[in-house]
């Protein structure tokens, strides 16, 4: 499989498919506060065990920072 993660291609060559959460575990983002958005579509946390990464989409992982 391959998608776009962050602007930069990703290849998973042994499967054509896995679910957000197993790409966060994979790629180590460990950070509390994350936004998950596939194809411009923001996926909420609760649905990140059952929405599925498909070959050729664009995912971005973006790390939630506040500040004051």
Not at 41 to 57: E, R
Request: charged share 30%; proline share 4%.
């Amino acid at each position: 499989m391959e998608i776009t993660l962050n602007n930069r291609p990703e290849r998973f060559p042994e499967t054509d498919s896995m679910s957000v959460s197993t790409l966060l575990e994979r790629k180590n983002f460990t950070f509390k506060f994350l936004v998950v958005r596939i194809n411009d579509k923001t996926i909420l946390p609760d649905a990140y065990d059952h929405t599925i990464i498909h070959d050729g989409d664009d995912v971005k992982v973006i790390h939630l920072i506040s500040g004051g």
